[in-house]
C-alpha cells in the first residue's frame, strides 16, 4: 500500500479551473471575464509604464544583485507600504506602533497573519468571520491555518447591494473578541463597499463588541484611483484605537502579479509591544518563505519612494480605474439600451475590478456554452475583460441569457 493511497482529492480551484477553460477554448469570439488581473482596451495584459521604468532602473544599477532580504522584507518596501496604508503623517507610524512585514503578495499576508493569530488569539476559541460571500481563498486560508470559519451577511442578493443591517446584526450576535476580515475596499467578488457613514456604524459594533479587524487592502488606488479614499475605512479604525491586521497586495495596483509582492501589517497599543510581535512574524515568515521575494520588491520600493515615479504610479492607477469605470457605465448603458430585463445599476454603483451581476449558474453556463464567455458561477465578472471591442457581444449576450435561461 502506498503511503499516501488515503489522500482524498482536494476540490478544484474553481476561478483557476475557470482560467484552463478558457485558454483551451479555441474560439475568436472568447471573452474571458474570469481572470482577476487588469487588461486594456485590446484585452492584453499591461505593463504599468512606471514599473517599466522602475526595471529598467534596476536593470542599468552597477549595485543590483540577486542576495537575500533581510527577514522583515526590503525596507523601501516595507517603510513606504506603511506610509501607503496609513498616511504619510500616520500617528501610529510616528509612535512607532505599527511592524511591517514583507509577504508574498496578499495571499502570502494573508496566511502569515492567519497563523500569527491561531497562535496568539484571545480568547483561544475565537473563530474566524469572513464576509458571505467573500474571495474564494479566505476560507481555505483561515482553515488551514487551524482556525474555526463563520459568515456575515454582506451582500443584498435582492438588490446587489450592501446588507449593512444583516452585516451589524451578525458582528453584535457573535461572541465577544472574534476575528472579522474587512476588505478595505473593492470588495471581491461583488464590489460593493461600505460608505464612510456604514463604515463608522461598523466600526462601532465592532468596538463594542471587542473583535478584532483583519483588512485584506488588495486594490488600493485601484479602486477608485485615489489612494487614500481606498485607505479611509483602515486609517479611520486605526484613528478610533483598534489594534488590528492589515494584509496588503501590490498585484493589482502595480500589475505585479506573478512577483508576489506583498506586507503585512500590525498596529498596536504601545509600541513596548512591538519587539514581540515583530519576532513572531519574522519566525513565521522564516519558518515558511524564509525570506520574501526580491525583485518586486526592489521594483515597488523603487516607486514608492522615488517622488518623482510615485506620482507617475498615481497616474497609472487613475488610467486603470478610469478605464473600468467607463467599461461599467457601458456595459450599463449597454443592457438598458436592449431593454434586457431588471435593473443594471448595480453594475456602475460597485467598484473595483469586478461586478457581481446576479445572474444564475445556468446563465453563466448559457454564456459559457453558447457565447465562449467565462465568468464565475455565481455571476462575478471581471469588468477589466470589458473592452471596446467585446463590450457588444457581451451585452447582447448576457441580454440573451436573462431573457432565455432562468
Keep these: 500500500m502506498s503511503y499516501f493511497s488515503s489522500i482524498p482529492q482536494a476540490p478544484a480551484d474553481s476561478i483557476l479551473n475557470l482560467s484552463v477553460m478558457s485558454k483551451a477554448d479555441p474560439s475568436s469570439s472568447k471573452v474571458d471575464l474570469g481572470v482577476g488581473a487588469y487588461r486594456d482596451d485590446n484585452g492584453k495584459p499591461w505593463v504599468l509604464p512606471v514599473v517599466h521604468k522602475a526595471s529598467t532602473r534596476l536593470a542599468t544599477d552597477p549595485a543590483f544583485n540577486h542576495e ?14 506603511q506610509a501607503l496604508i496609513f498616511g504619510h503623517n500616520s500617528p501610529a507610524v510616528e509612535d512607532k506602533r505599527v511592524y511591517t512585514i514583507q509577504t508574498i503578495s496578499g495571499t502570502g499576508a494573508n496566511m502569515v497573519g492567519a497563523v500569527f493569530l491561531k497562535q496568539f488569539k484571545r ?19 483561515f482553515q488551514t491555518a487551524g482556525h474555526e470559519v463563520r459568515e456575515y451577511r454582506y451582500c443584498n ?32 467578488p461583488t464590489g460593493i463597499d461600505p460608505t464612510a457613514e456604514q463604515w463608522q456604524q461598523i466600526a462601532n459594533v465592532m468596538e463594542e463588541r471587542e473583535h478584532f479587524p483583519f483588512f485584506d487592502c488588495a486594490y488600493q488606488g485601484f479602486a477608485t484611483g485615489d489612494v487614500d479614499r481606498d485607505a479611509f475605512a ?16 501590490f498585484a493589482k495596483n502595480m500589475g505585479l502579479y506573478g512577483e508576489r509582492t506583498g506586507c503585512l501589517h500590525a498596529v498596536t497599543k ?87 451581476t446576479g445572474l444564475s449558474k445556468a446563465q453563466v453556463a448559457a454564456l459559457r456554452e453558447k457565447y465562449h464567455m467565462y465568468l464565475t458561477e455565481d455571476g462575478r465578472i471581471s469588468v477589466a475583460g470589458l473592452n471596446t471591442n467585446n463590450i457588444d457581444y457581451a451585452a447582447k449576450a448576457i441580454d440573451d441569457v436573462v431573457r432565455n435561461v432562468k
Design 270 to 356: 504601545s509600541s513596548d509591544l512591538i519587539p514581540m510581535v515583530s519576532s513572531q512574524l519574522n519566525r513565521l515568515s522564516r519558518a515558511t518563505v524564509s525570506t520574501a521575494a526580491a525583485y518586486g520588491a526592489k521594483v515597488a520600493g523603487t516607486v514608492l519612494q522615488d517622488p518623482e515615479l510615485y506620482s507617475e504610479w498615481l497616474g497609472n492607477m487613475t488610467e486603470m480605474s478610469s478605464r473600468i469605470k467607463t467599461m461599467r457605465d457601458a456595459l450599463r448603458d449597454k443592457l438598458v439600451a436592449l431593454g434586457t430585463p431588471g435593473s443594471w445599476d448595480h453594475v456602475s454603483n460597485q467598484i473595483g475590478m469586478f461586478s457581481f
Design 123 to 141: 480568547p483561544e476559541n475565537a473563530a474566524v468571520y469572513i464576509s458571505k460571500p467573500t474571495w474564494g481563498n479566505h476560507r481555505s486560508i
Design 68 to 81: 537575500y532580504l533581510p527577514v522583515g522584507g526590503l525596507p523601501a518596501l516595507t517603510g513606504g507600504a
Design 234 to 249: 483602515i486609517r479611520l479604525f486605526v484613528s478610533r484605537g483598534f489594534e488590528l491586521l492589515v494584509a496588503e497586495s
Design 157 to 188: 442578493y435582492e438588490t446587489l447591494g450592501l446588507d449593512i443591517d444583516g452585516m451589524l446584526e451578525d458582528l453584535r450576535a457573535a461572541p465577544k473578541g472574534q476575528i472579522v476580515v474587512l476588505h478595505a475596499c473593492a470588495h471581491n
